[in-house]
Structures are given as structure tokens and as C-alpha cells.
């Protein structure tokens, strides 16, 4: 990465202005389809190159800037070489670093000092030598040739027949192992089980709120659906929100020399945001889905109302179907994403309608 932002830095803030003076520096500062230095002739001093193919032939007594599709340095550079390009070689040498951003990168001859590339694919060819160390970031990386300093890199497959002189720390990274039929067999019960006990406990600890989110999946889908999307971006709103006015509020404190009651501010801010991604995340997970089964599972029974038993019969049906959809291979996780919007515009259907129920009359008590 670090060689990266060294080149795209380089030919981002050299090349507009050298491209602007290509003539008073003296044929310093080349661009065209093709760019070349041809065996025997040497450039003095620094050479920026840009064009559809780069090739170095000759000698540059000074920095290498190029980028282009097809960049192959057969001469000999005295000082850096910074080239991104589809496809890089560098067959000859380079006395100081070279600092590689391409689809492919390809080194066959010398680096004097530090060798630093990032590409889909890097090879440090047979016979190639580093005279530094060898930093990377590859889709696949091979070093067959000679390193005399350390090599440290990631990539997605590393192979070494090569030498090195220094330390070697490479990380490899593994493919996602696809998960067997058990696996996915045994996270959906899992979830199953999640959902059917948070379900139970929305089920007695506020029924009104559950039956009627349960209600609102059957019979007002699209209201819900829409106040569901409403809800997913309001809770991100509303975290950053609270982090914005507690981050105002602590510093007009704090300047005011209020820093006691501006670290109060701080932490319940804290304490709120936590507490909103805390409730999103539950109903998110959770919440959403075990009320899309209990409207599901409703389809199955007449008779308003039900029975606490009954509406947890539904519950346990509902849910299967839930999570049945959502293990589909490929559209199963567009169909949850769908299901837990529904489910969420159907939690605040529900809880809007126990607002608006009108409060039950106190018993009348006679008196003789």
C-alpha cells in the first residue's frame, strides 16, 4: 500500500506539471503512444513517461517516473524507479528503489535497494536480485530470485524458491472455506431458536405491541415495509445526531469552563448511542423477523384473538418460514434484508396502535 500511494502521489502532482513544460525541460518529461530510450542513449538528470508503452532501452542518470499500459525497463536507472501500469518488467537495473503499482509486476534483473509492489500478480524472477527488501501486496506473489534483505507482504498465494537474506513474515490469506449442509443446517436452528425466544418474550411482556406488529404484517404490508425503511435510516440518523450534539454541546461546556457537568454530557451521549444501537441491533436481528412469523403464522388460524398458546404456535410456524427463506442459497439474504424492513415498520404499527388505544376505565366501586 505503501508503494501505492508513494506512485499515484508522484505521477499525480509531477506529471500535469511537467507535461505543461515538456519543452523547456529539454525532452525530460516524454508522453505518446510510445515512449522509448533506445539502447545507447542516455537521459541526464530525471525522466517523467506516459503513453500506452514505456520502454527503457538506454540509461537514465536520475529518477524513473512512468506510468502507461505495457512499461519494460531493460536499461539501467541510477536512481528510483516509481511505474504503475498494467504490465511492468524490469529486466535490467535499477540502482535505487523501485516502487511497482500494476496488474502485473515482473522483476528479472537488479534492484539495488528496496523492492516495494503492489499487484494482482509479482514475480521476482530466477536470477533477479534485491538488494534491500522486498515489501508486497499481490493476488499471488513468486520469488524464485535473490533478496537480500527482509521480505514482508501479504497475498493470496506466496510461492518461494528463492533466497532471503533477512527475516521473512509473509501472510497468506486462505479462500472462505464454503460452509458444509451441516453447517448451514445447524446456524439456521440457531437462529431459529433466537428468534422464537425473543419472540416469546415480546409476546409476554408487551402482547398488545407484538399481536399488533403481527396484524400489521398481514394486513398492511406496504405501509409497514415503507415505515420500515423509514426506520432503518432513522436510526442512523438519530446516532449521528446524538453524537454531533454531544460532541457541541461537551465543547461549548468545556469553553465556558464547565468541564465537570461537559464530561456528564459526554457520557450520557455515550450511554444513548449505545442504547440505539443496542435496541436497533435487537430489533434488527431479532425483533423484526419474530414479528414477520407471528403475521405469518397467523394466516393459519381464525379467530381474533388468540390464545397465548396459539399466537405461540404461530410464532414457532411463522419463524420456521422465516428462517427457511433466508437459508436459500443466494436470494436468501436479499429476502431477509426484505423481511426484516417489513418487520421493523410492523414493530411501530404495532407500538403507534397501542398509543392510540384509549385507556382501559377504572372498575366502579358502590358503596352502601
Known amino acids: 500500500m505503501k508503494g501505492i500511494a508513494i506512485v499515484a502521489v508522484a505521477l499525480a502532482s509531477l506529471t500535469p506539471v511537467a507535461l505543461a513544460q515538456q519543452t523547456e ?10 515512449v522509448e530510450v533506445p539502447a545507447g542513449q542516455t537521459v541526464q538528470g530525471d525522466l517523467v513517461a506516459t503513453g500506452g508503452t514505456i520502454r527503457i532501452d538506454g540509461r537514465i542518470d536520475g529518477d524513473l517516473v512512468a506510468t502507461g499500459g505495457q512499461i519494460t525497463v531493460a536499461g539501467t536507472v541510477t536512481g528510483d524507479v516509481l511505474a504503475a501500469g498494467g504490465n511492468i518488467t524490469i529486466s535490467g537495473q535499477v540502482d535505487g528503489d523501485a516502487r511497482l503499482a500494476g496488474g502485473q509486476a515482473r522483476v528479472e534483473g537488479r534492484v539495488g535497494e528496496d523492492l516495494l509492489v503492489a499487484a494482482g500478480q509479482a514475480t521476482v524472477a530466477r536470477g533477479a536480485q534485491v538488494g534491500g527488501d522486498l515489501i508486497f501486496g499481490a493476488g499471488r506473489m513468486v520469488l524464485d530470485g535473490a533478496v537480500a534483505g527482509s521480505v514482508l507482504g501479504s497475498t493470496g498465494d506466496y510461492t518461494r524458491a528463492g533466497s532471503v ?3 521473512e513474515k509473509v501472510t497468506v490469506r486462505q479462500p472462505p472455506e464454503t460452509p458444509t449442509l451441516y453447517d448451514r443446517g445447524f446456524d439456521a436452528l440457531r437462529r431459529y431458536i433466537s428468534i422464537v425466544l425473543v419472540g416469546l418474550l415480546l409476546l409476554w411482556l408487551v402482547p398488545r405491541i407484538f399481536r399488533g406488529a403481527g396484524d400489521a404484517v398481514r394486513r398492511s404490508p406496504l405501509v409497514s415495509f415503507g415505515l420500515g425503511f423509514v426506520a432503518a435510516i432513522g436510526a442512523v440518523v438519530a446516532v449521528v445526531l446524538v453524537v454531533v450534539l454531544t460532541v457541541l454541546l461537551a465543547v461549548a461546556l468545556g469553553l465556558v469552563g464547565l468541564g465537570s457537568l461537559a464530561g456528564t454530557v459526554a457520557f450520557a451521549g455515550t450511554v444513548a448511542v449505545l442504547v440505539i444501537v443496542l435496541l436497533t441491533f ?7 423477523q419474530a414479528a414477520v412469523g407471528l403475521g405469518l403464522g397467523r394466516l393459519l388460524f381464525r379467530g381474533d384473538p388468540l390464545s397465548f398458546g396459539m399466537a405461540f404456535i404461530a410464532l414457532l410456524l411463522g419463524v420456521l418460514v422465516v428462517v427457511l427463506l433466508a437459508a436459500i442459497p443466494v436470494a436468501g439474504g436479499w429476502l431477509e434484508a426484505l423481511l426484516v424492513l417489513l418487520g421493523l415498520g410492523a414493530l411501530l404499527v404495532g407500538l403507534f396502535r397501542r398509543r392510540r388505544e384509549p385507556a382501559e376505565p377504572a372498575a366502579e366501586v358502590a358503596f352502601p
Open 25 to 34: 525541460l529539454g525532452g525530460k518529461v516524454r508522453s505518446g503512444q510510445t
Open 282 to 288: 435487537v430489533a434488527v436481528m431479532f425483533g423484526a
Open 165 to 167: 537474506g533477512g527475516s
